[in-house]
């Protein structure tokens, strides 16, 4: 269904002229008119029966719409909304205009204010589209409001993200945790105050006005949401079990974060052979992969590849992925990969601490790995100005072995320096020594053998009876 039903406005204008615009100025474009029919769309009142909230049965054509507030720059709003344009294309739409503006704080019922809601609504007609996009959160009265002024639906930038979460979703653990979040997305957004009540039998205590839709709908959910809330406490509960049981073994925890497609899987793919999956697209890898690797000096460590961060993560989202972002809070060394050749690595890098820090992760410590050495010569630019970081290509294997051994080198700096004297009589114990720590220095005294080792805590229990001294390891 197109725009056939609407009515234009009395002057014609090319696509070419919309786009030029003076998006900042509030224009009055007239009173609207009611059109006959509502636009097509993915969701609310104007959506068909799909479930998603982008609708992927054709190409959808999306007006772009972001606001500077107070405290904020056009720079700023133009970053977002070019990123909003990725989510908008990987989420299987086209974006074919943006409109932003600037306000000192959002209008209460509209975000934007009725004279620029009035312009989106022109615009959207004269470039036929079926789906309005902010890049600000909205809220459900907003998103209400907006959908029935400009007859089509409104999204925001969260509806957009938990959509390409729920496309790309495979693992049973990552489906529930997308509809977790989706779930909570949809439950204030629930409209239907209008719809018939449903119908009751006769007789003693059924007579009245029975339950409106709408509040069969809602109970609905939250039973949904009750379950999968006790699914996800269950793999919770799981997941710490093994983490406790490797935490009892001498192998370190490494988490492979950063900005989505900055190449974590591509990593650990070069790093493991592990075969997950890699595209050049947002998002393309949701569940938690955990692989061994051995580094250059030999020791054995758990390598995490985890879901990618993007700017203004919903909420949401990181609640629903918090048993999966455990493995971050847990690691001994977060390996942060960034895409040197994108266009804003300092932007990415500041989006991706401000949700290590929401997930009580901000103080794990880290070792920044530039990725994508093989597609900017910037690359090795941005690693030379960050004294410890490493410029490397997950795809071609430069610089790879250079972040394997300083991933060893910050572990074994993490670990303290213990002092230990085995008398000779006790070969097994000098051989535990060897075999379970990372001998630094040894040494043949008259009645037995000295060692400065660096130990794991396991083992330094076991070795308690021989240690003579510790030193902390500072890194």
């Not at 972002?325 to 977060?334: K, N, T, Y």
Request: contains cysteine; proline residues 4%; hydrophobic residues 40%.
């Amino acid at each position: 269904m197109g725009h056939n039903d609407h009515d234009r406005p009395d002057h014609e204008i090319e696509e070419s002229e919309v786009a030029a615009i003076a998006v900042d100025d509030e224009v009055d474009f007239g009173e609207p008119v009611e059109p006959a029919e509502s636009h097509r769309g993915a969701f609310g009142d104007f959506g068909g029966e799909s479930s998603g909230l982008i609708e992927r049965s054709f190409r959808e054509r999306i007006v772009l719409v972001g606001v500077t507030l107070e405290g904020e720059t056009d720079a700023d709003t133009e970053a977002g909304l070019d990123e909003l344009a990725l989510l908008v294309d990987t989420a299987g739409a086209d974006a074919v205009a943006r409109i932003d503006q600037r306000r000192q704080r959002p209008d209460p019922a509209t975000f934007i204010g009725k004279g620029k809601v009035e312009e989106v609504k022109y615009i959207s007609e004269e470039l036929d589209c079926d789906t309005v996009v902010f890049d600000n959160e909205l809220s459900p009265a907003q998103q209400f409001n907006l959908e029935k002024i400009l007859k089509r639906t409104a999204l925001d930038r969260t509806a957009v993200i938990l959509d390409i979460f729920a496309q790309n979703a495979s693992s049973p653990e990552g489906k529930a945790q997308v509809e977790l979040a989706q779930l909570k997305y949809r439950l204030p957004r629930l409209r239907g105050m209008g719809k018939k009540l449903s119908q009751q039998g006769g007789g003693i205590g059924t007579r009245g006005p029975g339950e409106t839709q709408l509040e069969v709908d809602r109970r609905r959910l939250v039973r949904r949401i009750h379950k999968l809330e006790d699914q996800l406490r269950k793999v919770k509960k799981n997941r710490a079990t093994q983490s406790k049981q490797r935490r009892g073994t001498a192998n370190r925890s490494v988490a492979l974060v950063g900005y989505t497609n900055a190449g974590k899987s591509t990593l650990l793919n070069c790093f493991t052979d592990a075969g997950v999956l890699v595209e050049d697209r947002l998002f393309a890898t949701l569940d938690a992969t955990t692989r061994q690797l051995q580094l250059p000096g030999g020791e054995k460590v758990f390598a995490t590849d985890t879901v990618g961060f993007v700017r203004k993560l919903p909420h949401q989202l990181v609640e629903a992925f918090r048993s999966t972002l455990d493995v971050v809070i847990d690691a001994d060394l977060l390996v942060h990969v960034v895409d040197g050749s994108g266009p804003d690595p300092d932007g990415d890098m500041a989006a991706v601490r401000d949700v290590l820090v929401e997930i009580g992760a901000g103080d794990v410590p880290e070792l920044i790995a530039f990725n994508k050495l093989d597609q900017s010569p910037d690359v090795a630019a941005r690693a030379a100005r960050r004294e410890g970081s490493i410029a490397l290509s997950g795809h071609t294997g430069e610089g790879v072995d250079e972040l394997l051994a300083a991933i060893g080198d910050r572990l074994r700096a993490m670990t303290v320096v213990t002092e230990l004297f085995v008398p000779f009589d006790r070969g097994d114990v000098i051989a535990q020594v060897h075999r379970e720590g990372q001998v630094l220095v040894e040494s043949v005294e008259d009645d037995g053998m000295r060692f400065r080792a660096r130990l794991e805590d396991d083992s330094a229990s076991r070795l308690k009876d021989w240690i003579v001294g510790q030193q902390p390891a500072s890194i």
